[in-house]
């Protein structure tokens, strides 16, 4: 059941909306440009940077529960 859900939150996460993921002040300097390609290069590149510290924590919590899991099982 654990995996079930483990597995159904990671679906989720991935298949996540179209975020803006910008301050206002990025924002405001980048709505004045005319062909707005450094706004989408700059809102990728934050959505890239976000990445790693969800797959390090959910790393953390898969070493943390296989742990548990042996540990249980007394192998």
């Known amino acids: 059941m654990r995996t079930r ?7 989720i996460l991935f298949l996540s909306v179209d975020v803006e993921a910008q301050c ?3 924002r405001a300097v980048l709505e004045t ?3 707005q ?9 934050i959505m890239y940077l976000m ?3 969800y797959l390090l924590m959910a790393g953390v919590a898969y070493f943390i529960w296989k742990s548990r899991k042996k540990a ?4």
């Open 5 to 11: 859900i483990f597995l159904t939150a990671i679906f």
């Open 24 to 26: 206002a002040m990025c």
């Open 33 to 35: 440009e005319q062909g």
């Open 37 to 45: 390609s450094t706004a989408e290069g700059i809102n990728d590149g």
């Open 51 to 53: 990445i790693f510290p």
């Open 72 to 75: 249980s099982t007394g192998e």
